[in-house]
């Protein structure tokens, strides 16, 4: 998406290697109407696949999923994070492990808003690791749904999550792809002169 | 709001005295067609005032505030929960007390998002005891910043929210404002059936 690459160019922060800060536009403080463009990029990627829900994580997917979901006249739901486990009949829950916070997590949904007839889009900001992604993955699994599929906000091509993920079958269709990043410089995959 | 109140009374499940469940169209799962017209609800009830940005807090503000700020063609900010107390020359922090928890978290803004030139629009889910929302103030005074009013999606109206914030000047518009509530029965200040 050539309009999220240039503005990551100009208003994303490179901490390192692996951090890139994007908390001017995509999270903290956050630009509505890229957002809606990424929702309606995401639901033109997925056409056709009759989604039924979208899904996400708390905090920063829930507006990529807002607009996702909106474009597409479906529900979404956003998995709640907490740090004690707790078993419930009620919830279909799985472990994340933060490689940032070095602290595992457990995301859960109500089983009452996934069923086998469900077919689910997944989005969420960042494709990295994939920790919380499989997660989702996960609960998807348990629940008996069908998973479409991930749309990544922003993917950082040079960890291991798109691997994970396609090793599982997984389709993952990410909006801006970086190769590599440093302080001078973020290399896309595609770069956004090629792009419409 | 006549389509809000119909669908608390169709959809919402009251716990108790004080709780009211909304996690199949509000929070957890989510219509995005509901809240979109949340959002341009808040827009009409606050036009003219000239607003620069939205302000509310992670997470299940964050769906609301785009909706608004989306609407309003202004950036949205949420605030981040913390556990811990971090102090930070970066950012404006209020300690927030939760009744639910019982306990005392941090909420935060980084400084560079908030300026005395702006005229910030609050917006959250409930408005009841007020406890987070007036941390929220807190930290827009702190930055200089005009407060232009609240909206609610909901309000306890028999909680202590709206007195404390009225107090303190605060123009609150809430779309649902309810009186009383118990299993069989939730009594909203203006009915359904006088809204248009």
């Known amino acids: 998406m050539k309009e999220l690459q240039e503005r990551i160019m100009r208003d994303g922060k490179v901490l390192s290697a692996s951090v890139l800060k994007v908390d001017s536009f995509l999270n903290h403080q956050v630009d509505p109407r890229l957002t809606m463009q990424i929702g309606q990029a995401f639901a033109k990627r997925f056409e056709g696949e009759r989604i039924t829900k979208v899904l996400t994580i708390e905090a920063s997917g829930i507006h990529f999923a807002m607009a996702t979901a909106y474009t597409l006249g479906v529900p979404f739901i956003y998995a709640k994070k907490k ?21 595992t997590y457990q995301i859960s ?26 997660g989702l993955t996960q609960i998807i699994k348990e629940s008996g749904a069908q998973l479409v599929g991930i749309g990544a906000v922003i993917e950082k ?34 770069p956004a002169s090629s792009l419409v």
Do not use: C, N
Request: no cysteine; proline share 1%; net charge negative.
């Open 83 to 103: 740090k004690a486990i707790t078993l419930s009949e009620e919830v279909y829950a799985a472990p994340v492990h933060s490689f940032t916070r070095q602290e």
């Open 109 to 134: 949904v109500a089983r009452q808003y996934l069923s086998a007839e469900d077919r689910i889009l997944i989005v969420d900001d960042f494709l990295a690791t994939g920790a919380a992604l499989v």
């Open 157 to 190: 091509s040079f960890q291991e999550g798109r691997g994970l993920l396609e090793q599982a079958g997984v389709r993952i269709e990410s909006l801006a792809r970086i190769q590599s990043m440093s302080t001078e410089h973020i290399e896309f995959i595609e």
